[in-house]
Antibody, heavy 120, light 109 residues
Framework: QLQLQESGPGLVKPSETLSLTCTVS??????????WGWIRQPPGKGLEWIGS???????YYNPSLKSRVTISVDTSKNQFSLKLSSVTAADTAVYYC????????????WGQGTLVTVSS | DIQMTQSPSSLSASVGDRVTITCQAS??????LNWYQQKPGKAPKLLIY???NLETGVPSRFSGSGSGTDFTFTISSLQPEDIATYYC???????????FGGGTKVEIK
């Protein structure tokens, strides 16, 4: 059974960089059938796609966040990571990692999510 | 960018009722439309992909239809365990991007 687990600091100071890692177990991140993505959800609000990455390193990002986002992949560790720079309180959210099926793009497996709070 | 308009934002229905949620895209997205269920404190769960395909293991009372710009999600007979927020999600490949609808909170009357 595929599992995804987010990890990283739960508290980040304003103007700093938020860094999270998603560890994939029970399957290979190098499968050609999937992208891997990050989605966030501010408290009490809806879902926002942040960006996605292929095992080769090919990425695509939400245009509204593109200038601040970097997603990378480490196939040797079966992990992919998110960096979001210059954070503000508006970036406080539950951050989810998920697997994105390539052919019919849908998120079929999700991590449990991790709350990141931006505060001094 | 493609915008997704999901309605209603909330609804209240009785157990056994038929529940319908709609999602409208700002331009043609073919059948690149998926539906998720999210219960409080949990990650979203995929229910329907490609507008009308039921994900493995999902009860048959859930269904989806539509293509182009107008899509519908239906619960044929609402059950207490269906209390959740439902989201549509579209995919556009030029450039590659994904957008979620605003969500519909379903409650029991």
């Amino acid at each position: 059974q595929l599992q995804l687990q987010e990890s990283g600091p739960g508290l980040v100071k304003p103007s700093e960089t938020l860094s999270l890692t998603c560890t994939v177990s029970g399957g290979s991140i190098s499968s050609s059938s999937y992208y891997w993505g990050w989605i966030r959800q501010p408290p009490g609000k809806g879902l926002e796609w942040i960006g996605s990455i292929y095992y080769s390193g090919s990425t695509y990002y939400n245009p509204s966040l593109k200038s601040r986002v970097t997603i990378s992949v480490d196939t040797s560790k079966n992990q992919f990571s998110l960096k979001l720079s210059s954070v503000t309180a508006a970036d406080t959210a539950v951050y989810y990692c998920a697997r994105l099926f390539v052919v019919a793009p849908h998120f079929d497996y999700w991590g449990q999510g991790t709350l990141v709070t931006v505060s001094s | 960018d493609i915008q997704m308009t999901q309605s209603p934002s909330s609804l209240s229905a009785s157990v056994g009722d038929r529940v319908t949620i709609t999602c409208q895209a700002s331009q043609d997205i073919s059948n690149y439309l998926n539906w998720y269920q999210q219960k409080p404190g949990k990650a979203p769960k995929l229910l329907i992909y490609d507008a009308s395909n039921l994900e493995t293991g999902v009860p048959s009372r859930f269904s989806g239809s539509g293509s182009g710009t107008d899509f519908t999600f239906t619960i044929s007979s609402l059950q207490p365990e269906d209390i959740a927020t439902y989201y549509c999600q579209q995919y556009d490949n030029l450039p590659p991007s994904l957008t979620f609808g605003g969500g519909t909170k379903v409650e029991i009357k």
